[in-house]
């Protein structure tokens, strides 16, 4: 069976989300446009449940039990030249307008879009999305995560997003990806991305891009580097380390990556390692908070519909930026298997051992994934 990827999926679909508020006109003529020709249209629903059961934690970080229904509803229709997507997350504690976008086709290899969407510079929610059915694992890696759910990067942005495929010659290519836009704001524990409805909630600059090299251009192997700078307002109400200087209004996130998804036979590994700056900003003189967060997860399909992985996670450095952030896992090991049935769902149980800034903790997940119809 042919590995499903969002990879695959955005070569229909694209990879973007909410438009900013200086394009919503433009964006409303584009729509009306690719309604208007009747072309091909995709509705996706990405189902899941799951439980979890931790151990060996005693703080109000973490629940020591968690069940969490949710389904990613997800859209797209086309013309010619132009696309429309839209992702909506519903779970039992949120509903949110997760992605919207509007793309044109500038040329064949390059396509231009408008809107909200997961930022370049992190390859696995490109890649994934919100979509739980397209990851074989649970859990995505901590480096990885969204920032309402303890994650310590920004991953949602507001902006422009330029997508270019570049032959290489011979069966090789580069995939690139750049956006510039908004970013979002620093608030008590969490990073609140740009919100289109409450456009006064402040925001800073966002740049990243995204360099990967494919050995084959039309497979899914791939290995790049990542490139990210985003500058983050501070809330009013937010209180910044003591060591930050007096009056901080802005902390600049940079951050320089390495990714690799590589398979070979029953085999595939993806792995990442990126470099964080966090420094405050706006021309302060602050020290800036260094730290490395990477990870390596390694899948092997057994045999038919069974998949078994393993995933190792390592962040070092200096930990006052990490500090803010209590749900942040700091390091992991875990294990699981995912058995497929009926080609579009799936059984998961996993096993893990981590870290947050309380201290260590045991959990067992269980998981059902599907994507209908």
Excluded at 155 to 163: A, I, P, R, S
Excluded at 240 to 246: L, M, N, R, V
């Amino acid at each position: 069976m042919s590995r499903i990827t969002a990879r695959s999926w955005s070569r229909r679909f694209g990879l973007c989300g909410l438009v900013p508020l200086v394009t919503l006109t433009v964006c409303s003529l584009c729509a009306r446009t690719a309604v208007a020709q009747h072309r091909p249209q995709e509705l996706f629903f990405f189902l899941s449940t799951e439980y979890s059961q931790l151990n060996e934690l005693e703080t109000q970080d973490l629940d020591d039990h968690d069940f969490t229904p949710s389904a990613d509803i997800f859209y797209s229709r086309s013309t010619d030249r132009f696309r429309i997507l839209g992702e909506i997350l519903l779970t039992d504690e949120e509903q949110e307008l997760e992605r919207f976008q509007v793309g044109w086709q500038l040329s064949e290899p390059t396509r231009i879009w408008l809107g909200r969407f997961h930022q370049s510079s992190s390859y696995w929610n490109t890649e994934f999305h919100h979509g739980q059915f397209l990851q074989t694992a649970i859990t995505r890696p901590a480096i990885e995560e969204f920032e309402d759910v303890g994650g310590v990067l920004l991953m949602h942005t507001t902006g422009l997003l330029v997508e270019h495929q570049q032959e290489l010659g011979g069966q090789a290519g580069l995939q690139i990806s750049f956006y510039a836009g908004l970013s979002g704001t620093l608030e008590s524990e969490v990073i609140e991305p740009f919100d289109l409805l409450d456009p006064e909630g402040g925001h800073g600059d966002s740049v990243s891009v995204r360099v990967g090299f494919l050995p084959e251009f039309l497979g899914d192997d791939q290995i790049g580097l990542t490139y990210g700078r985003h500058e983050l307002n501070v809330a009013a109400d937010f209180v910044p380390p003591s060591t930050w200087p007096s009056g901080t209004d802005r902390l600049d996130l940079t951050t320089i990556g390495l990714y690799g998804d590589w398979s070979w036979g029953k085999w595939r590994l993806l792995a990442a390692g990126n470099d964080v700056d966090a420094a405050p900003g706006g021309g302060s003189s602050g020290v800036p908070s260094s730290f490395v967060g990477s990870y390596a997860q390694i899948e092997y399909r057994v045999k038919g519909p069974w998949t078994t992985y393993a995933r190792v996670e390592h962040t070092s450095g200096d930990e006052e930026y990490l500090d803010l952030f209590p749900q942040y896992v700091r390091n992991r090991s875990l294990v699981g298997g995912r058995w497929l049935f009926h080609a579009k769902h799936a059984l998961n149980i996993e096993v893990e051992t981590a870290e947050i800034r309380a201290g260590h903790f045991h959990r067992v997940m269980l998981q059902w994934s599907a994507v209908l119809p």
